[in-house]
């Protein structure tokens, strides 16, 4: 009895391991396994950065010449852009000239100009568009965080700004000047450039590039940092930067922006509140859990108004631990 009940579970095992083998090799049909393809592709969310891989085979490309042939005005515009320069790079025709950007032209050009043999930018994803740009440009510090940025994350590509063959500014290809190119978007922050007191942002002293990387980074609003990563502000305000020995602790822990409005602002120094010790009493009020309270004999009548007469050093001090000098 127990001989054929070891005997039954041989054969089940058998029985089943063999129904295994064959549904694993049976074929899969297509358009069932498009349809795997499909549920596959929409269960995962949508690439930031979408790969592109160039073929190798140079048997493929036709070259920048060929191009010519038909897109004579493009290459004039072409010649005289910094892109020009892969014209005379290694590794083979996929880095050179026009096929660098838009792939392989071999089949397009014995299409008789079939645009759906060749890749374009035009009605491209800005995802699509971009991991074509990137393929050169994301080993630099200045681009490599593109890929995950806030522009990219909100479908604003490489060609959303950059003009690779009619730039109105040469040297990065741009669409237009700044900051009349961030203005199309941003046109909340141009109404605070145009505020009585800001930075000199639109008489050109200033850029936007110099506070913020537009290709992103670590910081938030797409900030740059300096190279102790202290806030952007100090390469230019450099005698805030410290380190003090008295610390004004909202300067390293919320930073500049808890007092000042870095646009624009319709207060002096642009500061968020037109008189100095309505800004320092949100913080050391008499109620203050935290910060220090305002002293009692700081009746807030027109002599203590002006915080920052006495408290001279308010950004921090090497001195005083009151700030008063």
């Given amino acids: 009895m127990i001989r054929a009940t070891k005997l039954t579970r041989v054969l089940l095992c058998s029985i089943v391991a063999s129904v295994v083998v064959i549904w694993a090799a049976a074929p899969v049909p297509v358009h069932a396994a498009h349809k795997t393809g499909e549920k596959a592709k929409g269960s995962s969310p949508s690439p930031q950065h979408e790969l592109y891989v160039q073929p190798s085979d140079p048997s493929l490309?036709?070259?920048?010449?060929t191009c010519k042939t038909c897109h004579e005005d493009i290459y004039k515009e072409f010649a005289n852009t910094p892109h020009f320069?892969?014209?005379k790079g290694k590794g083979g025709p996929q880095w050179q000239g026009c096929e660098a950007c838009h792939g392989p032209g071999k089949a397009h050009v014995d299409g008789g100009g079939d645009v759906t043999k060749i890749f374009t930018?035009?009605?491209?994803?800005?995802?699509e568009s971009s991991a074509r740009c990137l393929d050169c440009h994301e080993l630099g510090s200045e681009h490599s965080n593109f890929a995950r940025s806030a522009h990219l994350e909100n479908n604003v590509g490489c060609i959303s700004c950059h003009a690779p063959h009619h730039p109105k500014e040469s040297q990065f290809l741009m669409k237009e000047k700044t900051p009349e190119l961030c203005?199309?978007?941003?046109?909340d922050i141009k109404a605070q450039f145009d505020r009585p007191f800001h930075h000199r942002v639109n008489e050109g002293m200033v850029q936007c590039n110099d506070c913020h990387n537009?290709?992103?980074g670590f910081q938030q609003r797409q900030l740059r940092a300096t190279a102790s990563q202290d806030a952007v502000c100090v390469k230019c305000h450099v005698e805030k930067a410290g380190p003090f020995v008295y610390e004004h602790p909202p300067v390293k822990i919320e930073g500049?922006?808890?007092?000042?409005?870095?646009?624009?602002s319709v207060n002096p120094r642009l500061l968020k509140r037109s008189q100095v010790n309505m800004l320092c009493i949100e913080c050391h009020s008499l109620a203050s859990g935290g910060a220090t309270a305002t002293p009692t004999f700081h009746n807030q009548a027109n002599k203590y108004q002006a915080c920052t007469m006495c408290h001279?050093?308010?950004h921090g001090s090497n001195s005083d631990e009151f700030f008063f000098k």
């Fill in 183 to 187: 203005y199309g978007c941003h046109q």
């Fill in 214 to 216: 537009p290709h992103g």
């Fill in 61 to 65: 490309y036709v070259g920048s010449e």
């Fill in 256 to 264: 500049c922006t808890s007092c000042h409005t870095p646009h624009g």
């Fill in 85 to 87: 320069q892969t014209m």
């Fill in 121 to 127: 930018f035009k009605g491209a994803s800005a995802q």
């Fill in 312 to 314: 001279t050093a308010i």
